[in-house]
């Protein structure tokens, strides 16, 4: 059965998703970045709202309480919106060159896509990056043979993820609807969420994304034991966050499509 009988369009995440497997880019870049300031970021307190616009993102990490003691201890005043815009400034460049570096395509996204391209599907992407941050990401990938129809970047709408105004902003845009024939896939909460909010079909990306957070190689050394419970602990956050299902990679997704499509 084709999988426009039911879809007429996917909307992708990016960094975890399609491309930087484990999403490492921004946490790499938030890490430089609050290390210039003498503040210490964990790569947990880095990850916890990530799938947010990166203004968000920042201002998130800062309200964590032990992040904002630590700035006071360094900085000597808690954070304030004026550290966050400081943040931001430095973070663009280093989003670049990190984000550059990491567009890598996730093994069988090309695959997945040219397979949805021929079922007439079109293919829509979304970001918390903002445009300016997305430049060498898509030179990268338009390389590799992966150029989305339709990008919504982070500054775009009037508010970001989780509210579902990024993809609202993508079907009204293509002429898309009713939402609930829009396909969402995602690898971090927020985007879930969004999706949800949305009303579309929710997939969540478990192994490649921020969930487990490591790269294809730390990936794959893991041994077999490790890996499957640190897949169920990603598996376990996106399904609460409203994933209708959740996968490991992208090139999961089309039986998963086909399942959905033969279940209506």
């Known amino acids: 059965m084709s999988i426009r009988s039911r879809f007429d369009l996917v909307i992708f995440d990016w960094a975890g998703t399609m491309v930087d497997f484990g999403c490492q880019a921004p946490v790499v870049a938030l890490l430089e970045a609050f290390s210039r300031r003498g503040v210490v970021l964990a790569e947990v307190e880095a990850r916890r709202d990530m799938g947010k616009a990166k203004a968000d993102h920042v201002r998130c990490i800062l309200e964590q309480p032990q992040v904002a003691a630590r ?3 360094a900085r000597g005043a808690l954070p304030t919106a004026a550290d966050a815009n400081d943040l931001m400034s ?3 460049g280093l989003m670049r060159d990190q984000a550059a570096r990491a567009a890598r395509l996730i093994d069988g996204a090309r695959d997945t896509v040219e397979a949805l391209c021929r079922d ?3 293919i829509g992407s979304s970001t918390g990056y903002t445009r300016d941050m997305m430049g060498p990401v898509l030179r990268e990938a338009a390389a590799q043979g992966y150029v989305p129809e339709h990008l919504v970047c982070s500054g775009e709408t009037p ?3 989780p509210t579902p105004l990024m993809i609202y902003k993508a079907c009204a845009e293509l ?3 009713p939402l609930s024939r829009v396909v969402k896939v995602d690898d971090a909460e927020a985007g ?3 999706g949800r909010a949305a009303g579309c079909y929710t997939v969540g990306v478990a192994a490649s994304g921020n969930g487990v957070g490591l790269t294809q190689i730390a990936f794959d050394a893991l041994p077999m034991t490790e890996r499957q419970s640190r897949i169920a602990a990603a598996r376990v956050a996106l399904l609460a966050a409203g994933a209708d299902i959740v996968i490991d990679t992208v090139a999961d997704l089309m039986p998963v499509l086909q399942s959905a499509c033969l279940a209506r």
Request: glycine share 22%; net charge neutral; charged share 35%.
């Open 71 to 73: 700035w006071r201890e």
């Open 90 to 92: 430095d973070l663009g």
């Open 120 to 122: 007439g599907v079109r």
């Open 159 to 161: 508010s970001g993820r």
């Open 175 to 177: 002429g898309v609807w």
């Open 192 to 194: 879930i969420a969004e």
